[in-house]
């Protein structure tokens, strides 16, 4: 430690030399600098007086840090006389010369009539100077004047702003303020957690009000869990710097000490109210550890002396085994005399004993009897449980107004089960009309005291919008809470969440953990939700036989989802043997119950006698209950029966309307059918284009029905023009399907008769492996054929095939001539990839102007790729005057026809501002599209915004995975990141040897980061070896790159022979290099360069500037 004293010392020593010749040659920096030496001692004895004079040297000189600090010399007498009036002169022209230091004091000037009048709007004036400067206290003082309406409106959003600038630029004042806000909801949403967080870093960078509060938070659990050693000791923190609050709540502590040493003299004493206290203080750990065993003596010793709050207590810990072994029988007897103490806690747990059968008969009469007793005595339990009874009639007939008064005086009093339970009555009218927004009021508080049914009821109402705004993301937050808690519902929703991405990213694999959770919590629907996953392999295997058994226990709790899976399982042996009379039976109950989905099931079984007799005038009864529910199956079914009379008269037109409704909810069988009455004048007149429309949104959501008659549209012109390749390619996915039909007309399209378009469909088969064994040669002779035949398709993949050698050897010369026939044909696709070979010389010249210009064909004729790639001739000026609206507009239309290349420089368009404002939110969705749909770059840019919370909130963990799918695909720039989380632990555990071989492809692939970074692997032995040669190799690469820290490397492997001979010349030339590039430590080097003379001539004053750079940087 002393050797540490002393390099120190002598650094300091060094500064402070090079600032006295710095400043006796006149530099007001250097003047600047010597007057703080003065000021703090630093490298010499301190000396207020000396310091006042080299500051008012540098102030003279102009400079404004000097004329700042000359103005507290003459504000505080440091050095000097006060002198206000100098004070205020010198610290207006700091702010003038655009000082936000300056600025922030010449506004205290003004409120506060230092050395000139009071003046509040100039006050504020100079605050917003300072804070739009980027002055942290500036930011401070401005949140004041728009929190507290000081010559400007009050304006709570606009002081969190403010607050929120100035701590994260690290002010400890600005980061209390924060937590203060999040704590209180001002300006902003309460969010405890972030309260203590912020607390947490003000209260670590001593600001005595911070650790104030954040001895509160832990002391009672505020966004953090309880923690009484540390509430107490940064309470101490508080009170020793001289806050007031903080000396108070350091005195509560010692006063639950000295309360514990007097109940402890009181109930030794053979008092009965200090045994009992003392009980309550060894259970909690108030004043003491906590002892459960001590607790239940001193309770017993309480109960026996007559005692009714011991008593009580007493039975709570008979029933919950504290301290002693479970005996719900002595519970029972020790709840009996409490209550009939009259002590209302006791009364209410009495209530609960009755109402459950706790070691007596259950006798929901006598349960309402005490319940009534405990919640007329005040206990807020007994208050929301008298509540329940009035509510569901528990011993005493409904009464869902009284239910609904006494959960009021439940919620008042705090408790937040009668405050959920509150809650649900104003949401749904239960003894009062229905209130969402109180409704919501009411589950936010519940939620916040930690009632998981609460925070599972907040969950829904930011998911559903119910007295709030949507938030999916919040709903996601509250429901993780419930779920960890373990609520059953909380745990069924939380899977919700991430089977479908509400509030987070789609995660099969959490989705079904969850769900596991919630069924063997008893929750029917996650047991319903988890039969699914087991059936369809949803985050896990898939396991029919354990599908089977969770709808059992779900129907068997009368879910009626799970009594419909029930009933599907038995129709169609899933999991189990076929057996249609249970399956029949499953679906009686189920629709019995209301269930849409198991009414169009028993329909199904009455009209094809499945389980049961034959019975279509029932089949047409189930059908119109399911479809008058709003099933679309049960809706198709319902205009089916119209249509042909089946359990009712024929109806054309009401079968019309059915087929609409279940095609307007996306059923394809109903929009296949709705084609058919458009195309047929079935119910409705005749519309071809209205046909063609309904089959294209079948035939797209895979009916194979939909698919063969759109084959049919475009093979005969119906409702569009004719067009034999589509026809031929909708034909194959309907054939594919399983349609007779579509089988039928697809054998009508084969090549061997010469068809152009049949040969480049087959040549698709081949090269796909669709059909048939994939067979890259055949696909080529397809395609030739093909093309030769004139098929503007086949002679795209043709070109295709010769660029990228597919069943035949590479030709770039053929693969442009090809591109070009299909191209000057009108193919988008041909006109897109020949623009590629103009703009790169593939088989041709390279001219981007002509590539622009197929470009522009190509995306005019609605080529995604084409339009990217016209986005980017745009954005870069390739062939073109750059033009970044016009690159954004394009960007637009690819990315929203599902291009992910598109969607990926769409995003970085909202980024960076290209062609449009900035919006990181936006940039976010756009980046989510892309890496979503494959593209690495975008998954990439995703994890960046996970890491640095662009348009979302920070998630390590998520950035990780990001950065792994983008390397794993081989991008270069994920690979440097995915290195570096693992060789820092960020998202994942440390892992040196991976992040080794990350950067090594990263590296290998030419990103200048990642070489760098190999360079330190090697030189530092990171997860490999030390190498010091291949050090200097990579920082060679990394530096001859551009990267600024691979060139301060580089620089010192010559400055001090590291993997090759010492070169002092070269090292200050990378330094050079390095420092001119913006790195701090290229800029420190090279000053040390010019101030010893390394590999250049010695010049102090470069070194200064070089230093003062490095400092600010």
């Given at each position: 430690?002393?050797?540490?004293?002393?390099?120190k010392e002598?650094?300091?020593?060094?500064?402070f030399?090079?600032?006295?010749?710095?400043?006796?040659?006149?530099?007001?920096n250097?003047?600047?600098?010597?007057?703080?030496?003065y000021s703090?001692g630093?490298?010499?004895?301190?000396?207020?007086e000396?310091?006042?004079?080299?500051?008012?040297k540098?102030?003279e000189g102009?400079?404004?840090n000097?004329?700042?600090?000359?103005?507290?010399?003459?504000?505080?007498?440091?050095?000097t006389e006060k002198?206000e009036?100098k004070a205020?002169?010198?610290?207006?022209?700091?702010?003038e010369?655009?000082n936000?230091?300056?600025?922030?004091?010449l506004?205290?000037?003004?409120?506060?009539g230092?050395?000139t009048?009071?003046?509040?709007?100039?006050?504020f004036q100079?605050?917003?100077?300072s804070?739009?400067?980027g002055?942290?206290?500036?930011?401070?003082?401005l949140r004041?004047?728009?929190?507290?309406?000081?010559a400007t409106?009050?304006?709570?959003e606009?002081?969190?702003?403010?607050?929120m600038?100035?701590?994260?630029?690290?002010?400890?004042?600005?980061q209390?303020?924060?937590g203060?806000c999040?704590?209180n909801?001002i300006?902003?949403?309460?969010?405890?957690?972030?309260?203590?967080?912020w607390?947490?870093k003000?209260a670590?960078g001593g600001?005595?009000f911070?650790?104030?509060?954040?001895?509160?938070?832990?002391?009672n659990g505020?966004?953090?869990?309880k923690?009484?050693?540390?509430?107490?000791r940064?309470y101490?923190k508080?009170?020793?710097?001289?806050?007031?609050?903080?000396?108070?709540n350091l005195?509560n502590?010692y006063?639950e000490?000295k309360?514990?040493?007097?109940y402890?003299?009181?109930?030794?004493?053979?008092?009965?109210d200090?045994?009992?206290h003392?009980?309550y203080?060894?259970?909690?750990g108030i004043?003491?550890?906590k002892d459960?065993?001590k607790?239940?003596q001193?309770?017993?010793k309480s109960?026996?002396?007559?005692?009714n709050?011991?008593?009580?207590s007493l039975g709570?810990?008979?029933?919950?085994?504290?301290?002693?072994?479970?005996?719900?029988e002595?519970?029972f007897r020790?709840?009996?005399k409490s209550?009939?103490?009259?002590n209302?806690?006791?009364q209410?747990?009495?209530g609960?004993?009755y109402?459950d059968?706790?070691?007596?008969?259950?006798?929901?009469?006598?349960?309402?009897q005490?319940?009534?007793?405990?919640?007329?005595g005040g206990?807020?339990?007994?208050?929301?449980?008298?509540g329940n009874?009035?509510?569901?009639?528990?011993?005493?007939?409904?009464?869902?107004e009284k239910a609904?008064?006494?959960?009021?005086?439940?919620?008042?009093?705090?408790?937040?089960f009668?405050?959920n339970n509150?809650?649900?009555?104003?949401r749904?009218?239960?003894?009062?009309?229905?209130?969402?927004e109180?409704?919501?009021?009411?589950?936010t508080?519940s939620?916040?005291?930690?009632?998981n049914?609460g925070q599972?009821?907040l969950?829904?109402?930011?998911r559903?919008?119910?007295g709030?705004?949507?938030?999916e993301e919040?709903a996601?937050?509250?429901?993780?809470?419930s779920?960890?808690?373990?609520?059953?519902?909380?745990?069924?929703k939380?899977?919700?969440?991430?089977?479908?991405?509400i509030?987070?990213?789609?995660d099969?694999?959490k989705a079904f953990?969850?769900y596991?959770?919630?069924a063997?919590?008893?929750?029917r629907?996650?047991q319903?939700?988890?039969?699914?996953?087991?059936r369809?392999?949803?985050?896990?295997e898939?396991d029919?036989?354990?599908?089977?058994?969770?709808?059992?226990k779900?129907a068997e709790?009368e879910?009626?989802?799970?009594q419909?899976?029930?009933?599907?399982?038995?129709?169609d042996g899933i999991?189990t043997e076929?057996?249609?009379e249970k399956?029949?039976q499953?679906?009686?109950?189920s629709?019995e119950?209301g269930?849409?989905l198991?009414?169009?099931n028993l329909g199904?079984?009455?009209r094809?006698?499945?389980?049961?007799?034959?019975?279509?005038?029932k089949?047409?009864q189930w059908y119109?209950?399911?479809a008058?529910?709003?099933?679309?199956?049960g809706?198709?079914?319902?205009?089916?029966?119209?249509e042909n009379?089946?359990?009712t008269e024929?109806d054309?037109?009401k079968?019309f309307q059915w087929?609409?409704?279940?095609?307007?909810?996306?059923?394809?069988?109903?929009?296949?059918?709705?084609?058919?009455?458009?195309?047929?004048?079935?119910?409705?007149e005749?519309?071809k284009?209205?046909?063609?429309?309904?089959y294209?949104?079948?035939a797209?959501?895979g009916?194979?029905?939909?698919?063969n008659?759109?084959?049919n549209?475009?093979r005969?012109?119906i409702?569009?023009?004719?067009?034999?390749e589509?026809?031929f390619?909708?034909?194959?996915?309907?054939?594919e399907?399983?349609?007779?039909?579509?089988?039928n007309?697809?054998?009508?399209?084969?090549?061997e008769?010469?068809?152009?378009?049949?040969?480049?469909?087959?040549?698709?088969?081949?090269?796909?492996?669709?059909?048939?064994?994939?067979?890259?040669?055949?696909?080529f002779?397809w395609?030739m054929?093909?093309?030769e035949?004139?098929?503007i398709?086949g002679q795209?993949?043709l070109?295709y095939?010769?660029?990228?050698?597919?069943?035949?050897?590479?030709?770039?010369?053929k693969?442009?001539?090809?591109?070009?026939?299909?191209a000057?044909a009108g193919?988008s696709?041909?006109q897109?990839?020949l623009?590629?070979?103009?703009r790169?010389?593939?088989?041709t010249?390279?001219?981007?102007?002509?590539?622009?210009?197929w470009?522009l064909?190509?995306?005019?004729g609605g080529d995604?790729?084409?339009q990217?790639?016209?986005?980017?001739?745009?954005?870069?000026?390739?062939g073109?005057e750059?033009?970044?609206e016009?690159a954004?507009q394009?960007?637009?239309k690819?990315?929203?026809?599902?291009?992910?290349?598109?969607?990926?420089?769409l995003?970085?368009?909202?980024?960076?501002?290209?062609?449009?404002?900035?919006?990181k939110?936006k940039a976010?969705q756009w980046y989510?599209?892309?890496?979503e749909?494959?593209?690495y770059l975008?998954?990439?840019?995703l994890?960046?915004?996970?890491?640095?919370?662009i348009g979302?909130?920070?998630?390590e963990?998520?950035a990780f995975?990001?950065?792994?799918?983008?390397a794993?695909g081989?991008?270069?720039?994920?690979?440097f990141?995915?290195g570096?989380?693992?060789e820092?632990?960020i998202?994942?555990?440390?892992d040196?040897e991976?992040?080794?071989q990350?950067y090594?492809?990263s590296a290998?692939?030419?990103n200048?980061?990642?070489?760098?970074k190999?360079?330190?692997c090697?030189?530092?032995g990171?997860g490999?070896?030390?190498?010091k040669?291949?050090?200097?190799?990579w920082?060679m690469?990394?530096a001859?790159?551009g990267?600024?820290?691979g060139?301060?490397?580089?620089?010192y492997?010559?400055?001090n022979?590291?993997g090759?001979?010492?070169?002092k010349e070269k090292?200050?030339?990378?330094?050079l290099?390095?420092a001119?590039g913006g790195?701090?430590?290229?800029?420190?080097n090279?000053?040390d360069?010019y101030?010893n003379g390394?590999g250049?001539e010695?010049?102090?004053?470069?070194a200064?500037r070089?230093?003062m750079k490095?400092s600010?940087g």
């Open positions: 430690m002393e050797k540490e004293i002393g390099i002598k650094k300091a020593l060094k500064a030399r090079r600032y006295m010749k710095l400043a006796e040659g006149g530099n007001s250097g003047q600047y600098n010597l007057g703080c030496c703090k630093f490298g010499t004895t301190k000396d207020e000396k310091a006042f004079q080299w500051y008012m540098s102030a102009g400079n404004v000097g004329q700042n600090n000359l103005g507290n010399c003459y504000r505080d007498g440091i050095g002198d009036e205020f002169q010198w610290y207006m022209k700091s702010a010369a655009g936000s230091r300056g600025q922030k004091y506004g205290n000037c003004y409120r506060d230092i050395g009048e009071k003046d509040e709007e100039k006050a100079w605050y917003m100077k804070a739009d400067g002055g942290i206290n500036g930011q401070v003082y004041y004047c728009y929190e507290n309406g000081i409106e009050k304006d709570k606009k002081a969190f702003q403010w607050y600038k100035s701590a994260e630029g690290g002010n400890i004042n600005g209390f303020n924060l203060y999040y704590e909801g300006g902003t949403e309460k969010d405890k957690e972030k309260a203590f967080q607390y947490l003000s670590e600001n005595n911070g650790q104030n509060n954040l001895g509160t938070c832990y002391r505020i966004g953090t869990e923690d009484k050693e540390k509430a107490f940064w101490t508080s009170a020793e710097a001289g806050n007031s609050r903080g000396q108070n005195g502590c006063h000490k309360a514990f040493q007097w402890l003299k009181l109930a030794e004493g053979g008092d009965r200090g045994q009992f003392l009980g203080c060894y259970e909690n004043g003491t550890e459960k065993e607790a239940f001193w309770y017993l109960a026996e002396g007559g005692n709050f011991g008593q009580n709570t810990c008979y029933r919950n085994g504290i301290g002693t072994e479970k005996d719900k002595k519970a020790w709840y009996t209550a009939e103490a009259g209302s806690r006791g209410n747990n009495l609960n004993c109402r059968g706790i070691e007596t008969t259950k006798d929901e009469k006598k349960a309402f005490w319940y009534l007793k405990s919640a007329k206990d807020r339990e007994g208050q929301n449980n008298l009874c009035y509510r569901d009639g528990i011993g005493t007939g409904k009464d869902e609904f008064q006494w959960y009021i005086k439940s919620a008042e009093g705090g408790n937040h009668g405050q509150l809650g649900t009555c104003y749904n009218g239960i003894g009062t009309e229905k209130d969402k109180k409704a919501f009021q009411w589950y508080k939620a916040e005291a930690g009632n049914r599972n009821n969950g829904n109402c930011y559903d919008g119910i709030t705004e949507k938030d919040k996601f937050q509250w429901y993780m809470k779920a960890e808690t373990g609520n059953s519902r909380g745990l069924k939380l899977g919700n969440c991430y089977h479908d991405g509030g987070t990213t789609k099969e694999k953990q969850w596991l959770k919630s063997k919590g008893g929750d629907d996650g319903n939700n988890l039969g699914n996953c087991y369809d392999g949803i985050g896990t898939k029919e036989e354990k599908a089977f058994q969770w709808y059992i779900s709790r879910n009626i989802n799970g419909n899976n029930l009933g599907n399982c038995y129709r999991g076929k057996d249609e399956a029949f499953w679906y009686m109950k629709a119950g269930n849409h198991g009414q169009d199904n079984c009455y094809n006698g499945i389980g049961t007799e034959k019975d279509e005038e089949a047409f119109m209950k399911s008058e529910g709003g099933s679309i199956n809706q198709v079914h319902l205009g089916y029966c119209h009379g089946i359990g024929k054309k037109e079968a087929y609409l409704k279940s095609a307007e909810g996306g059923n394809n069988f109903g929009q296949n059918n709705l084609g058919n009455c458009y195309r047929n004048g079935i119910g409705t005749k519309d284009e209205k046909a063609f429309q309904w294209i949104k079948s797209e959501t009916n194979s029905r939909g698919q008659n759109l084959g549209c475009y005969d012109g409702g569009t023009g004719k067009d034999e589509k026809a390619q909708w034909y194959i996915k309907s054939a399907g399983g349609n007779h039909f579509g089988q007309n697809l054998g009508t399209c084969y090549p008769a010469g068809n152009s378009r049949g040969q480049n469909n087959l040549g698709n088969c081949y090269r796909n492996g669709i059909g048939t064994e994939k067979d890259e040669e055949k696909a002779q395609y054929k093909s093309a035949g004139g098929s398709n795209v993949h070109g095939c010769h660029e990228n050698g597919i069943g035949t050897e590479k030709d770039k010369e693969a442009f001539q090809w591109y070009m026939k299909s000057e193919n696709r041909g897109n990839n623009g590629n070979c103009y790169d010389g593939i088989g010249t390279k001219d981007e102007k002509k590539a622009f210009q470009y064909k190509s995306a005019k995604t790729d084409g990217n790639n016209l986005g980017n001739c745009y954005r870069d000026g390739i073109t750059k033009g970044e016009k954004f394009w960007y637009i690819s990315a929203e026809r599902g291009n992910i290349n598109g969607q990926f420089h995003g970085y368009c909202y980024e960076n501002g290209i062609g449009t404002e900035k919006d939110e976010f989510m599209k892309s890496a749909g494959g593209n975008g998954q990439d840019n994890g960046n915004c996970y890491r640095n919370g979302t909130e920070k998630d963990e998520k995975q990001w950065y792994m799918k983008s794993e081989g991008n270069i720039s994920g690979q990141h995915l570096y989380y693992y820092n632990g998202g994942t555990e440390k040196k991976k992040a080794f990350w090594m492809k290998e692939g030419g200048h980061f990642g070489q760098n190999l360079g330190n090697y030189h530092n990171i490999t070896e030390k190498d040669e291949k050090a200097f190799q920082y690469k990394s001859e790159g990267n600024s820290n060139q301060v490397h580089l620089g492997c010559y400055e022979g590291i090759t001979e010492k070169d090292a200050f030339q990378w330094y290099k390095s001119e790195n701090s430590n290229g800029q420190n090279l000053g360069c101030r390394i250049t010695k010049d102090e004053e470069k200064l070089w230093y490095s600010e």
